[in-house]
């Protein structure tokens, strides 16, 4: 059995589902519409949101999109796997700039399948299919920035 590198601590108890879903959130709003991953996110096991650098007001049927795209793939029942690599091999392939100054020179990678990848140290499910339905319940755009508030059902 390989041995697991050693990873800074991690202080989050997150709800696996909702942490899961937020990488999915993250990656169909990059496919969609090109605006990167949130830039912040609060993530509860009740509720979550998500704001993300937006050039508009979004319109209804863009919201449901999203959600739609998002249930897409948790219903398709991807596996979550993780790869650990080093802060080099990442150069390039991930945005370290959100990495602790103090961050361990190994890096953790969570995959969804083939949908999405990044540097991760939470808690996911193993599979999609364990997170349930996605819901947006509401959204709000204000000076750039587009917030999401989402649950699972």
Sequence with gaps: MKDI??????????????HTTEHILNRTMIRLFGCGR?????????KSKLDFRFQR???????????QQVNRIIQSGLPITTEYITQEEALGRFDLRRLPDNASKTVRVVKVGDY???????????????IGVFKI???????GILRLRFKLL
């Excluded at 949130?38 to 009740?46: C, D, M």
């Excluded at 007001?57 to 959600?67: F, L």
Aim: hydrophobic share 25%.
């Design 5 to 18: 590198p050693q990873l800074n601590e991690h202080n989050k108890e997150e709800y696996p589902p909702m």
């Design 38 to 46: 949130a830039v912040s996110a609060h993530i509860e096991r009740k």
């Design 57 to 67: 007001e979004p319109e209804e049927s863009e919201i449901n999109q999203i959600e």
């Design 116 to 130: 999405d990848e990044c540097l991760c140290i939470g808690r996911h499910v193993e599979n999609t299919s364990e």
């Design 137 to 143: 319940i509401s959204y709000d755009f204000k000076d």
